[in-house]
């Protein structure tokens, strides 16, 4: 279903939503056992972790022993019964009757249902999610806390003995609050509700790298260009052995089933993700060479989509005029003027190491007021405009003008993965290429069994232009991005492309001089 109706206030709330800096995803890309390339990165688990995540799946999948399933309670029914999920009750209250007549009627549910959140810092052993508690984990609670405060509020304002007062205003005031509240609640839950036909058990939901949820803002705004907010779905073997949805919230009770779908209590409530450039900053350390350059290049409208706020005026000019201004534009997809960036898009973001392994010269260049085009054009490079690209779902934006890319399926590894391979256009012009074209990207995803005759749990991975994805499908409310260690290259000859125009800009400039063959050789960034 279409999220009904969604106002200005409710998109603007969401986009402001408060975010809070987070380390998380520097400790998981740095526990990370996929190292680059491509062999160490599809087959070189070792069989102590691949056992590891066959215990956690096996466990995960035990059947509940009570199953509300048998005593034909609903989704509903059980939420609102069991004290566990006591906070979920009182906020899905005020939720619309349309979601509410999801809950009890709709069949084959998946629903993530946060178990109660307020308590979790009073100790008990699952205060070993230490990772959880630092991360992400308190910024739903912030986020959700938000809206309980708001119902406090709105209940302590109309309660039935302060209603004395019944004037109009007050009545549309009391109407107005509802109605935000509502849309709030209703955003959040379809955002814990998993699109398909079929119930999802905690098995199938880690087999894959992402789900898609109901949640979908529509054409109106258009975040995702209208399609589906995706939730992450990954194993993870630290803090503790669990499938967790993106990344911070444990799935703690896999598979209650009940008479029209299943429950996966999970320990925090999803925060409905950020645009790009937000998310980064959660990722702080990890990404801050990136952060810093792109706000060194005033990248900020190219990664964001948000309200247009009128207090900013018309659309800011930094003074710097680009040579490639065309391509630019290309990058903007230009909204009416009540939003503001891309809609939707796919980010390769490099880590901080990615950045450590240039060369000094490069790095020293692109950093200096000099490098302000071609650091912009680095950026370029990893950014594709038109396209939502997860590991396990594509999206081309069809008025983008450009033709949807192909995919291609292969085996590899003697039959035993499966190869999906797609050619993306990034925003950077071609440098020798004609007018109109593209430098683009080279996308593999693999998927396969870590272990040998289709055994032990499902992996997919992703590579692009030769460059393994060490954290994949970091989903943003304005499409998705994925981290490199590594930064990425133009396809074809070192003499060529965007590093060739860095090294001869360097030495120009007097930073030093670089040997792109060398350094090719070497292979070490
Ligand atoms: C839901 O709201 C109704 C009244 O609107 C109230 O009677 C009931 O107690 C509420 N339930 C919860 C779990 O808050
Ligand atoms: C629910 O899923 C089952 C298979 O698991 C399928 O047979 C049935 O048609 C589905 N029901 C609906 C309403 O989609
Ligand atoms: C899981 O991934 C497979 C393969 O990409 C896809 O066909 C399926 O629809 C996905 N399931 C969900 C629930 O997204
Ligand atoms: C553009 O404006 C029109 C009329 O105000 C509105 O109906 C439409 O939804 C807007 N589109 C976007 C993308 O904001
Ligand atoms: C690979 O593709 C084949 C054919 O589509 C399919 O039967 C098989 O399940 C796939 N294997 C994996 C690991 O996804
Ligand atoms: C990736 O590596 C293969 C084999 O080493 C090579 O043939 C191919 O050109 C590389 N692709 C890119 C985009 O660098």
Redesign the pocket.
Known sequence: MRFASPSKVLVASLCAAGVQAAPAIDQLVYNSPAPSGLEALTFGLSSKLSSAFNNVLSHVSRPAAATYEDEGKTIWEVINADEEFKQLAHVLNYSSDATKDILKKKQNLTFFAPLNWHHHRDGGDDDKDAFSDLSFGPASMQEWGRIQKQIADYERDYSAESSDHDDDDDDKEKKRRRELIRHLIDAAALYHLVRSDTVLDAKAIADNSSVATLLNTGKSHANNDGTDWRVRTGKSLLPLPAVYLNFYSRIVKPDIRTSNGIIHAIKYPLMLPPDVLQALFFGQTTFSTSTSGLQKVHAAKYLTYRPWHSHHGHRQHHGHEHDGKHAISAWHHETNGTFNGVPAETVFVPSNLAWSRLPFVFRAYLFSPWGYHLLQKVFMLHSLPSDIVYADFVHHVKHSGKAAPEAV?T?VEGG???KTSYTFDTVLPAIHGKKGEFETLDVDVY???LLPG?KGP?QTRMVVQNVSIILQDIPASNGVFHTIDRILKPKGHPEKGIWAEVAAAAEEAGFGTVDLHAEAQADLW
Do not use: M, Q
């Open positions: 399926h085996t035993r993965a499966n998927r396969y069994y289709g499902l």
